[in-house]
Each structure stands twice: as C-alpha cells, then as structure tokens.
Nanobody, 124 residues
Framework: QVQLVQSGGGLVQAGDSLRLSCTDSGGTFTAYAMGWFRQAPGKEREFVATITWSGSRSYYSDSVKGRFTISRDNAKNTVYLQMNSLKPEDTADYYC?????????????????WGQGTQVTVSS
C-alpha cells in the first residue's frame, strides 16, 4: 500500500527556489512511476511533471520546462520537485501521485495514490 507524505512548500518571492518532497511510507515505491500536479484556486488540476519508476526518463509541462526538475531517490522512497525561477503563476496546491503506468503519465486520472498536497505561494 502506497502512502505518500509531502513536505516543503511555503511562501516565496518571484525568482526564488523551492524543493518539494514526497515520501512513500508504504514500502512499494519502486513499483510506481511518480508525478507532480498542481491546482490553483478556481482552476482544474494541472500536470507538472512525471518520472518513470527507474528515474531514467522524465517529462514536463511546457509551463515549467527548464525551471522545474523532478527526481527520485528509490533508496529513500522519495520523489522531489525542484522549482527554480518561480513565478506568481506557479502559485497553487501541489500534489505528488503514484501511477502503475511505468512510463509515467500526464493524465491525473491514471494516478491511484495521492499525497496530501502542499501549498506554494509566489509573490511578485
């Protein structure tokens, strides 16, 4: 059973960096590809990044490509989202999620397990 616990987030200024972490306490982390999604108030959940179970491949939304980096440490059962050059439009609740699709997915409906979410606010 996957149990995802997120940490990180907070209030930063435009141009700053943040790192989000998501740890699986259930012990089956390597069986899943992982993704990060975000949801701003009044908007639909949006794909941010996904990484394969091995960490060999990752994919990003156009809005974060070149600024955000997804990575994972399977020895620590943890996936990270390093966010650089943050913009006010990055303000949202961020969620990590696990999917059985080994190649990862941009579709939130293909993710079975979700973290509790963490708020990121970027001021201008």
């Amino acid at each position: 059973q996957v149990q995802l616990v997120q940490s990180g987030g907070g209030l930063v200024q435009a141009g700053d960096s943040l790192r989000l972490s998501c740890t699986d306490s259930g012990g089956t982390f390597t069986a899943y590809a992982m993704g990060w999604f975000r949801q701003a108030p009044g908007k639909e959940r949006e794909f941010v990044a996904t990484i394969t179970w091995s960490g060999s491949r990752s994919y990003y939304s156009d809005s974060v490509k070149g600024r955000f980096t997804i990575s994972r440490d399977n020895a620590k059962n943890t996936v990270y989202l390093q966010m650089n050059s943050l913009k006010p439009e990055d303000t949202a609740d961020y969620y990590c999620a696990a999917t059985g699709y080994n190649g990862g997915s941009r579709d939130y409906q293909e993710y079975k397990y979700w973290g509790q979410g963490t708020q990121v606010t970027v001021s201008s």
